[in-house]
């Protein structure tokens, strides 16, 4: 882009190209100097759906243009235990005179700060905008955000003021894709010519994910946004809508919920990378606000490091190993067969994103879960494993049915869309349904805690460590309903035994003894 630029830049941008010789090449990096060659290596891998996915989109008839927004994270090479975080908006186009007949780039973002709620707004537009004006207005974008005050990271307005073609001006001339950038017109406001972007982090919201398919409505407002930690250092999920990434399996939340808590080994299975780093974040979200410590991918390829080690899901607890992770490749259902927990989260559109070009179909309800034992699936047996997720069906395959049970009453409340029903009713069930998940297992969760958290504030003298702790639980009089409604007190003690001895207990413990 002719010139260097520093990288203590706050993010950088990245275009990385699917060359047909080559394969994933980082085309371009702004700034220049931000990312290693190891990490723009591992960038490029992460940065496009697997081989599976491409080819359902390229086969995918008269859909020509696939947007996907997803994100992942990667190992920061230059200090270790960091890690860089990424967004990549992700343009796949169908075209049959080209070269397997179509084409497929990604712009990402990427910070070292898990600034999630503002840089998937920054990511969409700065993908958009980079199909219609071309990388020059990258090097803006990268500037904008550099000049942000203290107040504009911690949740203020960031406005980033570029100068881009408008409605129906230079259409896809830099890059000849065909496409105005309508979606990012729609949240820039004119200025001097040009076009200005203005994000409010405290109003973002995250796409609602339609069943069969994807869609860019958004979901409504929620809350405030989760503070963030630097002992454990996670996306920001608050705005995620728990109940459109897993409603084919929300008889089985709390089955998660107790698998996150613990953080188990658990595999979530889609069609593209945008519905597998949406659910991971919503299955880490499920636990809120205990932060989820071990080590978590989005978005998991066969190309990271420690694919061939985590094999064998003992080694999962290892340093530099993940606990949780999102793919899309079929592979990992035969090579990660023993893992503990599988889920599979179906896909919708195969695309992994709206087709612009053709008509929108009614959404359909989600198809019900299932929760299956591993017991049954003997290792001859992996192939049938295969072939029913591969369908990309909505399952939960669990070693065991887990000691704490689905809450009748909540699962009562939840409103359920008919088969026929539109997308505005969808919008407006998911909406609902995730407010009433969210309140439901934040009061689990904090339920839960309190009663340890004496013990880790030192209030009490454990001299005996976690056997003492249990000593004590197991002598007090009674816990509050809303845990034993989820389990018998037997069940209860044997859930904090082994939340005493998982990943998130000693971050946790220590955040609350400051």
Same mark, same amino acid.
Not at 32 to 43: F, Q, T, V
Not at 168 to 176: D, I, K, M, P, Y
Not at 448 to 455: G, K, M, S, T, V
């Given at each position: ?169 230079? /259409? !896809?001339?830099?890059?000849?894709? $065909? ?6 017109? &729609?949240?820039? #406001? +004119? ?127 290892? /340093? !530099?190993?993940?606990?949780?992770? $999102? ?6 259902? &035969?090579?990660? #067969? +023993? ?127 976690? /056997? ?17 409604? +989820? ?28």
């Amino acid at each position: 882009m002719g010139r260097t630029m520093s990288c203590r830049a706050k993010i950088s941008i990245a275009v990385v190209e699917f060359d047909l010789t080559v394969g994933q090449v980082c085309r371009c990096l702004v700034p220049e100097d931000a990312l290693d060659d190891k990490e723009k290596k591992d960038l490029a891998y992460h940065a496009f759906p697997d081989s599976k996915s491409v080819e359902l989109t390229l086969s995918s008839g008269n859909n020509s243009i696939h947007d996907t927004l997803f994100h992942f994270r990667i190992k920061n090479r230059r200090e270790a235990g960091e890690w860089r975080y990424a967004y990549a908006f992700c343009r796949q186009r169908h075209d049959p005179s080209l070269p397997r007949g179509g084409d497929q780039i990604s712009v990402v973002v990427v910070s070292n700060t898990p600034m999630a709620t503002t840089l998937m707004q920054i990511t969409k537009f700065a993908g958009e905008v980079y199909f219609a004006k071309g990388q020059e207005a990258l090097a803006q974008v990268v500037d904008s955000v550099d000049a942000w005050g203290r107040d504009e990271e911690e949740g203020g307005v960031v406005e980033c003021e570029l100068e881009v073609p408008g409605e129906g001006e230079g /259409e !896809g001339e830099e890059n000849g894709n $065909g496409r105005q950038a309508s979606a990012a017109w &729609k949240h820039m #406001s +004119s200025s001097r010519g040009g076009k200005q972007l203005t994000v409010r982090a405290d109003e973002f919201v995250a796409p609602i994910i339609f069943p069969e398919r994807r869609a860019s409505t958004l979901d409504a407002k929620e809350g405030q946004e989760e503070s963030q930690t630097d002992a454990q250092t996670r996306m920001s999920f608050s705005k995620v809508c728990t109940y459109s990434c897993l409603s084919g399996v929300v008889k089985h939340l709390w089955r998660i919920w107790e698998a996150m808590l613990l953080a188990e080994p658990f595999v979530i299975f889609g069609s593209n990378p945008e519905i597998v780093s949406s659910s991971v974040s919503a299955c880490m979200d499920l636990i809120f606000p205990l932060p989820y410590s071990a080590d978590y991918r989005p978005y998991f390829t066969i190309h990271d490091s420690e694919f061939n080690e985590i094999q064998n899901p003992e080694n999962c607890g290892a /340093e !530099g190993n993940p606990t949780l992770i $999102g793919v899309t490749n079929t592979y990992f259902l &035969k090579a990660y #067969s +023993s893992w503990p927990n599988i889920l599979s989260v179906g896909g919708g559109d195969a695309a992994g994103g709206l087709a612009y070009n053709s008509p929108m179909s009614s959404p359909r309800s989600p198809r019900r879960g299932s929760l299956k034992s591993w017991f049954s699936f003997r290792s001859e047996d992996r192939s049938n494993l295969i072939n029913v997720v591969d369908s990309y069906t909505q399952e939960l395959y669990a070693m065991g049915p887990g000691l704490v049970k689905e809450s009748y009453k909540i699962l009562g409340s939840l409103d359920l869309t008919p088969d026929d029903a539109s997308e505005m009713q969808w919008v407006t069930s998911a909406t609902i349904n995730t407010k009433i998940l969210k309140k439901h297992f934040q009061e689990l969760t904090e339920t839960f805690l309190a009663q340890i958290d004496p013990y880790a504030k030192g209030l009490y003298d454990v001299e005996g460590g976690n /056997e003492e702790i249990l000593t004590c639980l197991s002598t007090q009089a009674s816990f509050p309903p809303v845990l034993t409604q +989820s389990m018998d007190r037997t069940k209860l003690l044997q859930l904090y035994e082994k939340f005493l001895n998982s990943p998130n207990c000693d971050p946790w413990f220590k955040s609350r003894s400051l």
